[in-house]
């Protein structure tokens, strides 16, 4: 079996800003492999999120190739995109990007339907779901109900509910206090292993990037160095 | 995502927003009322223009085997060098008895005339008259006319046996207008003369008379096949020559017209005003539609509101439509999603228009009657009618308004960018 998920060669992005060209993103070069946790850092500006857009197909390269499972995702058709962007990633965001105005289990089962799971299972799956992250209690809730910790747990299950191989994350934690954080980023690490899932993770905060099993350094849209952290947190 | 889902999200959003929904459906509602109100309102004077049509003798038609007028002893048909041929086609018994059982046949008369070249006298106190037969049949006022008043008697035919003089006849045979009621009950003879001079004398019992001026009696329809028979020296004209022409009435104007093609494709010849009347139905037609798009006008003005709304909504949402399309929702199920919101707005208008359309013509259709009344007009029944088709049309077109509203708007969402619309705030 290929252990390369993802591989991207001389992967570039311009913006059109005005009438300038900004390169957020130049020449990278990168090999992510199963079941991997890569951290992304770098300062403002330095490409992290470009590069995490690019490998969740919400973006295009402007030049350069991005396989992701042996999808060019450069190259792909639109639908192929869409069902690439349901089935095989799930996105975390730092303003946890709930809709409003459903409720946490509504809002796991939201992903289910877009992928016509039939209205039972998708019932189950998504309670299932919420109770793996702690949230049986908070089912009939609405996103304005819940704390922050509760919002990005909610996001976390909904982002694992197409059984996704690949988990995105831009700040998970950057919104919350470190102690919340923690335990958000200990619920990630606890889950995603036991399924095979393959996370990369931007963010500002060294104390978590040292919890990955690689950290990617990114500056001015170029990757500065690669650093593997010595001391490996066996799972409890 | 299935349809089911888009629907059900769709309408979940329309109730998101309750009090900007209805304001944007009220112009839906609007229109749809007026739509109702007015085609409605064209509909009912559909009705009541044929059955002022029927009262005058429209719903009325004449059947005539083909050539009918142009028989070997027909009046003015002049010298027929072969003379006697016989009919191509013949209306028989069989034939009146099928057309009883048409659907929308309500009255039926068979006629039998009596040649042209045969001599009648009414013969009475030995006065002499020279008289026609006119037609015997008691579906009286074909046409435009008004049914006859009796002067005297009664204006009904026994089976046989019976005549109905006109005022022309009595006056003729020397009965004075103050005796007339005096002939009623008296036994008359009718006498059928040939040019070589053979005469048959049926003797008839006088039921009442007509105020006519010409000269003419009536004889029921068994007197009269009897006349004939004797005439032809037949035992069975109706066998050979069938009836003349058949004279029947049928439930409305409409059915009439239908009733008129089938006879005609039978190869009958058939007589009625269905020219007037289709005018008269071109008019309504036309009315009607006229009457639809200025409905269906209000409507179209009805899907800036909607339109509006849409675009208000996917700006509200455009963070949303990034987040489900990071999740995998493709632009189509995007488009759909918005689509069907507008056309759910479209759809409760529609309903709700329909259901106060519904309700005005049914509060009209209780006072038009009062103001008739007042006014001592002859007009009865519904002005505003609401059929199935009518409110199935308009709650369909309702909805396809919404839909079109939203076209616009949502593709325009389904077109955001997914990371734009996910920094948007």
Avoid at chain 1, 187 to 192: H, T, V
Avoid at chain 2, 384 to 402: E, H, R, S
Wanted: glycine content about 10%; hydrophobic content about 45%; some cysteine.
């Amino acid at each position: 079996m290929n252990d390369v998920l993802i591989q991207a060669s001389q992967l570039t992005r311009h913006y059109q800003v005005g009438k300038a060209v900004v390169a957020a993103l130049s020449e990278v070069e990168l090999t992510v492999t199963r079941g991997e946790f890569t951290a992304l850092v770098g300062p403002s500006g330095s490409g992290k999120s470009t590069l995490l857009n690019l490998i969740g197909g919400l973006d295009r390269p402007s030049r350069g190739e991005i396989q992701v499972n042996g999808l060019s995702l450069g190259a792909a058709a639109e639908p192929e995109l869409v069902r690439y962007r349901r089935e095989r990633v799930g996105f975390i965001f730092q303003s946890f990007n709930l809709l409003p105005t459903l409720t946490a289990l509504e809002n796991v089962e939201a992903p289910l339907m877009l992928a016509e799971i039939p209205q039972p299972a998708r019932r189950e799956r998504a309670t299932a779901l919420l109770e793996s992250v702690g949230l049986a209690p908070r089912l009939q809730h609405k996103p304005n109900e819940l704390s922050g910790g509760e919002k990005q747990r909610v996001a976390i299950a909904r982002a694992l509910a197409n059984r996704p191989m690949l988990l995105l994350a831009d700040e998970p934690t950057g919104n919350l206090d470190s102690q919340t954080g923690g335990a958000v980023l200990d619920l990630l690490c606890r889950l995603l292993p036991a399924q095979g899932v393959t996370m990369i993770m931007v963010t500002h905060d060294p104390e978590i990037a040292a919890r990955a099993d690689r950290i990617v350094h990114l500056r001015d849209g170029r990757i500065q160095h690669i650093e593997t952290p010595s001391r490996r947190t066996p799972n409890p | 995502m299935t349809l089911q889902d888009q629907i059900r999200t769709a309408a979940a959003n329309v109730g998101r927003r309750k009090l900007r929904s209805a304001l944007a459906s009220l112009g839906v509602v609007v229109g749809t009322l007026t739509l109702v109100i007015l085609v409605s309102l064209a509909t009912g004077v559909r009705r009541q223009i044929n059955q002022q049509f029927a009262s005058i003798g429209l719903d009325r038609l004449t059947v005539q085997p083909p050539g009918g007028r142009r028989g070997p002893f027909d009046p003015g048909g002049g010298f027929d060098p072969f003379g006697g041929q016989a009919r191509k086609k013949i209306i028989t018994q069989q034939d009146v008895n099928r057309w009883k059982q048409l659907p929308g046949v309500t009255q039926l008369v068979p006629e039998i005339r009596l040649p042209g070249a045969v001599g009648l006298e009414v013969q009475w106190h030995g006065t002499n008259q020279a008289v026609h037969i006119a037609g015997g049949e008691p579906m009286r006022g074909m046409f435009f006319q008004a049914p006859p008043e009796p002067l005297a008697g009664s204006l009904e035919l026994p089976e046989s046996g019976g005549m109905i003089l006109s005022q022309g006849t009595a006056e003729a045979l020397g009965v004075a207008s103050n005796q007339l009621a005096g002939l009623i009950g008296q036994n008359l003879e009718a006498v059928l003369r040939t040019s070589r001079g053979e005469t048959q004398r049926f003797a008839l019992k006088v039921q009442g008379i007509t105020q006519q001026k010409s000269r003419d009696i009536q004889v029921s329809i068994a007197d009269r096949i009897a006349m004939k028979n004797w005439w032809f020296n037949s035992t069975n004209t109706i066998a050979s020559e069938g009836y003349d022409l058949v004279s029947l009435r049928s439930i409305d104007v409409t059915r009439a017209v239908a009733l008129t093609a089938q006879f005609r494709k039978e190869g009958f010849q058939v007589q009625s005003l269905e020219i007037v009347v289709e005018v008269a139905n071109r008019i309504v037609t036309a009315i009607t539609i006229m009457f639809a798009l200025i409905g269906s006008i209000a409507l179209l003005v009805a899907t800036i509101g909607i339109a509006n709304t849409m675009v208000m909504a996917i700006y509200e949402r455009t963070r949303e439509i990034g987040i489900l399309k990071a999740m995998g929702a493709s632009s189509r199920e995007i488009r759909q999603l918005f689509m069907l919101e507008a056309g759910c707005i479209g759809l409760i208008g529609g309903v709700i228009g329909l259901l106060l359309g519904w309700l005005a013509g049914v509060g009209l259709n209780q006072v038009i009657p009062l103001y008739l009344r007042h006014r001592e007009l002859p007009v009865h029944g519904d002005f505003f009618v609401v059929n199935p088709a009518l409110a199935l049309g308009a709650i369909l077109f309702a909805a396809f308004i919404g839909l079109v509203a939203g076209l616009l708007p949502a593709q325009r969402a389904a077109k955001l960018d997914p990371l734009q619309a996910l920094r948007h705030e």
